[in-house]
Nanobody
Framework: VQLQASGGGLVQAGGSLRLSCVVS????????MGWFRQAPGKEREFVAA????????SYADSAKGRFTISRDKAKKTVDLQMNSLKPEDTAVYYC???????????????????WGQGTLVTVSS
């Protein structure tokens, strides 16, 4: 499985960006897909995740109400719509895939086996 993230860029505070992750290779119904981010000098943190089958979602508190994760089974993509962006959202955003995911581990980075290369999001104040 290979993941290719895109859609990052420079945006002003209050603006929006849509990140997309294309999945190459087989995707099984048990898969979970997640978005994580890492800001300069900080540890990687969970942003949002979605179960491939059923579409159940999970969000970090910082993302709730502003970000929306979705998946398109036909296109094999996972998108992250980010609205009302803040300077503190500035980070490299990574998409990730897990063979199997359960609700309690959707936000745990070690539960994900495959990682994309990351796309940089910069939010100016």
């Amino acid at each position: 499985v290979q993941l290719q993230a895109s859609g990052g860029g420079l945006v002003q505070a209050g603006g929006s960006l849509r990140l997309s992750c294309v999945v190459s290779g087989p995707i099984y119904s048990s898969y979970g897909m997640g978005w994580f981010r890492q800001a300069p000098g900080k540890e990687r943190e969970f942003v949002a995740a979605i179960k491939w089958s059923g579409g159940a979602t999970s969000y970090a508190d910082s993302a709730k109400g502003r970000f929306t994760i979705s998946r398109d089974k036909a296109k094999k993509t996972v998108d992250l719509q980010m609205n009302s962006l803040k300077p503190e959202d500035t980070a490299v955003y990574y998409c990730a895939a897990s063979y199997t995911i359960i609700t309690s581990t959707m936000g745990v980075g070690s539960a994900y086996k495959y990682w994309g290369q990351g796309t940089l999001v910069t939010v100016s104040s």
